[in-house]
């Protein structure tokens, strides 16, 4: 991905482009906050080419994918309008986009509205950093919430550190959890939100006794917590021994908790570093150390899959039905051979993988298990891999022999589809549900090796 400054003002071709990305992005604002009266979404063309903007824009092998617009005085630089392209979501355009304005704003005071039941956005600016200043009622019935970024140093900074303090941040977590993080790090100040927002898992960092942490905290319905403890207690080692993943200080699998060091770096998502084949060789290399370390054959593995496909297609999604009759049939005749299990991440693409100096480090390992190896390179294969070949060459020379076997792998596709696109339409994921269903397209045009 690649982000530059753009002049829709001066580009009919583009300006029409990015209208089409606005509609299409407050389309979806619309729908999470439940009302469609937001003025960019029914902007004109010529109002969008004539507004009185800065503009960078986002683009994915030329292709717009996203855009800010910002106006700006000697002390303030006001976001006006963040649009990603439903496509694209889930890339780190957004994320990228306001990170981009943050530089080029300096010291300057950032600020930033959004719709008050846009949660996504809401984690999005808290995990960059902006403290909420206020609620308003743009319209009647219309709300809006108000962020400023803090800068260090500033008046700002000063106040946001305070609210830190004071805020009482950890009072939205269960009363267990509260307990022991206030026993494992009193007086903790919240640093940074880091959640994502569309599952109830809460992600921040905080400050203690001049170190900086991550807590991980999971609803009450949570069963990745458990997995990342078991991870972080058996086979995390090989990673955090080099210094390539963060450590485990605390943890209770019954409180659903944990806390690790802090591991400096940013998410290679939204970054240069996306589209750099070393970061690949790296990725790759990292990977092959966590499968190396055991292996077990299973004779139930590809039976218990079978069935948690067919579970997923038995609830609520968008899957048309011929599409799940279809998919039902072929997973009836699908072969159930017993299958080679290695520690997996579960989750292994660029929203999981740090970089920092130049170095690729891993987090993120709520979804480990004991899995074949080809499942961890699925992400990869639909998303960064398709794009980009030497992505996928440069992964290979860093991990090694390539597990995927045909027909292994074709199953394995057919199930990330089903899961994705289900998954996606439960937590109300539009964008990814989209892609779930282009994964189920392709897959299914393929058909088995």
Same mark, same amino acid.
């Given at each position: ?103 080029? @704003? =300096?010291? &300057?005071?950032? !600020?930033? *509205?959004? /719709?008050?039941?846009? +949660?996504?956005?809401? #984690? ?84 203690? @006794? =001049?170190? &900086?942490?991550? !807590?991980? *905290?999971? /609803?009450?319905?949570? +069963?990745?917590?458990? #997995? ?85 297609? =038995? ?5 048309? *039905? ?128």
């Amino acid at each position: 991905m690649e982000i530059r400054e753009i002049a829709p003002g001066r580009d009919e071709a583009l300006v029409r482009e990015l209208l089409s990305i606005q509609q299409a992005a407050y389309a979806v604002e619309a729908a999470l906050i439940g009302d469609d009266r937001i003025p960019p979404l029914h902007e004109t063309l010529d109002a969008l080419r004539s507004a009185p903007l800065r503009w960078l824009g986002a683009f994915q092998q030329e292709a717009l994918i996203g855009a800010i617009g910002w106006s700006e005085e000697d002390s303030l630089v006001d976001i006006d309008r963040l649009l990603v392209d439903p496509a694209a979501h889930r890339r780190g355009a957004g994320r990228g986009l306001v990170a981009a304005v943050l530089v080029i @704003a =300096g010291h &300057r005071r950032v !600020v930033v *509205a959004t /719709g008050r039941d846009n +949660r996504p956005a809401r #984690r999005l600016y808290e995990g960059l950093g902006f403290v909420r200043t206020d609620e308003l009622e743009a319209i009647p019935g219309l709300w809006i919430t108000r962020y400023a970024h803090a800068r260090p140093g500033s008046a700002t900074s000063d106040r946001v550190e305070r609210a830190g303090r004071t805020a009482g941040w950890d009072e939205d977590l269960a009363p267990g959890q509260r307990v022991l993080l206030r026993r494992w790090l009193p007086g903790a100040t919240l640093v940074r939100e880091h959640s994502w927002g569309l599952v109830a898992t809460r992600v921040v960092e905080v400050s203690w @006794a =001049g170190s &900086r942490f991550i !807590v991980k *905290a999971g /609803g009450a319905e949570d +069963r990745h917590i458990a #997995r990342e403890l078991h991870a972080h207690r058996t086979w995390l080692r090989p990673w955090t021994d080099r210094g390539r993943a963060p450590t485990l200080v605390h943890g209770s699998i019954q409180e659903k908790i944990l806390v690790t060091r802090y591991l400096p770096g940013d998410l290679v998502l939204g970054t240069a570093h996306a589209e750099q084949p070393d970061t690949y060789r790296q990725a790759g290399e990292l990977l092959a150390l966590l499968h190396a370390q055991t292996s077990v054959l299973n004779d139930d593995y590809e039976r218990r899959e079978n069935e948690r496909s067919l579970a997923w297609l =038995g609830r609520p999604h968008r899957i048309p *039905a011929s599409t799940v009759a279809r998919l039902r049939a072929e997973i009836a005749d699908w072969p159930t051979p017993p299958a080679i299990l290695v520690p997996t991440h579960g989750d292994w693409q660029p929203r999981n993988w740090l970089i920092h100096h130049g170095v690729v480090s891993i987090i993120d390992f709520g979804r480990a298990a004991l899995r074949p190896a080809l499942t961890d390179f699925a992400r990869l294969a639909v998303q960064e891999f398709r794009r980009d070949p030497r992505l996928e060459a440069a992964f290979l020379d860093g991990y090694g022999a390539d597990p995927r076997e045909p027909g292994a792998w074709h199953r394995t596709l057919v199930r990330n589809a089903i899961g994705t696109a289900a998954w996606a339409h439960q937590v109300g994921d539009e964008a990814f549900e989209a892609q779930g269903h282009r994964m189920l397209a392709e897959v299914l045009t393929a058909g088995p090796a």
